[in-house]
């Protein structure tokens, strides 16, 4: 059998609504690779909130981070830093948004440091992950850099106008996704920046042609990366559109969806 690059989105799709990896995929996983498959994590989480994940699996292989803004290896620095940055006025502007639709909470991400509009203890548990911010408050008067990803925290009754917004104004400049429950953020990065180019660079790196990519995924942040590979995975717990464009729609990410496929197609 060819070799194959299996990537796999952690929330909703890797994780239990527990943010847990079952025994069961997590057994799944580890035979992909012992029979020589290369498996990655495509994520729109930084490094910081998913490398646990990687070391519990036992991962050596390159990941996507921030939806394919950051490609890299957490262990080798040698392989590359593969960094797609928006330009800083982009992220001024966009905040410039935020405060008219009046959005509850913004962090603004440079790698693996971040700067948060206003401390909120739930925020900087699940997203800090042990890192406190480099700056909270004034974010246009705190960032220098050009920064790696944009999240924002909408009020719920604005999201719908927000997006559409950044769809008619910013669309040539930035791409936006939106993440599931608990959270409902608005995840923003640079143009043509997305999962699906984080995994070319890693297909390259590993000789991988298309059709031998196997990918998982639930959101919307997964649909390039679900289009590019030769066999696209929708969770049973997905969103319909991901589902409409999937070659296959498995279990939900509480019933070893993972492992249902990697079980009967290795």
């Keep these: 059998m060819s070799k194959k690059l299996i990537a796999l989105d952690l929330d909703g799709t890797l994780l239990t609504r527990e943010k847990k990896i079952s025994p069961r995929t997590q057994r799944a996983v580890q035979r992909a690779i012992e029979d020589g498959h290369h498996v990655v994590i495509a994520t729109g989480r930084p490094f910081r909130s998913s490398v646990q994940y990687y070391r519990e699996l036992g991962l050596t292989t390159p990941m996507v981070n921030f939806n394919g803004a950051l490609v890299h290896h957490a262990d080798d620095a040698e392989w590359g830093h593969h960094h797609f940055p928006m330009e800083r006025e982009t992220a001024l502007k966009i905040l410039e948004v935020c405060e008219q639709f009046r959005a509850e909470n913004v962090i603004v991400e440079v790698k693996d440091d971040y700067y948060l509009k206003q401390h909120d203890d739930n925020l900087v548990r699940f997203m800090g992950e042990g890192h406190t911010p480099l700056g909270v408050g004034h974010i246009p008067s705190l960032l220098n850099d050009h920064p790696t990803s ?76 679900i289009e590019y590979a030769g066999h696209g995975v929708a969770m049973g717990n997905a969103n319909p559109m991901l589902k409409a464009i999937a070659n296959q729609i498995t279990d939900t990410n509480d019933n070893d969806g993972i492992a249902f496929v990697l079980e009967k197609l290795l």
């Design 150 to 225: 944009v999240l924002i925290y909408p009020q719920r009754e604005n999201m719908r106008e927000l997006r559409e917004h950044l769809s008619e104004f910013h669309a040539g400049v930035i791409e936006h996704r939106l993440w599931g429950a608990p959270w409902h953020v608005i995840e923003i990065v640079k143009a043509g920046v997305n999962k699906a180019t984080g995994l070319q660079v890693i297909a390259n790196h590993f000789g991988i042609a298309q059709e031998h990519v196997i990918a998982f995924g639930d959101e919307d942040n997964d649909l390039e990366m």
